[in-house]
């Protein structure tokens, strides 16, 4: 998602609702260590989530990275 807002590829429409609390959520990430040394990445803090941010992060990936397919359906035979 950051490499979309750098190269301009990803943008916040101005006329987004809740346009004004996605951009705190995205501003809220941080990264941080855990005690095993691993890095981690952390967002809204204590009382807070992000909701609006990893969904927006998560279209961007699928759209930038995920090849589009279909999905059947259909019964299971011999299914008791």
Do not use: C
Request: hydrophobic share 45%; charged share 20%.
């Amino acid at each position: 998602m950051a490499s979309g807002f750098e190269t301009g590829e990803l943008t916040i429409a101005e006329d987004l609702p809740l346009r004004t609390q996605l951009i705190q959520e995205i501003a809220a990430f941080e990264l941080a260590t855990t005690a095993a040394g691993n890095l981690v990445l952390e967002g809204g803090g204590k009382g807070h989530h992000s909701d609006l941010a990893i969904a927006t992060a998560l279209a961007y990936f699928t759209s930038e990275r995920l090849q589009p397919y279909t999905f059947e359906t259909a019964k299971l035979a011999n299914w008791f």
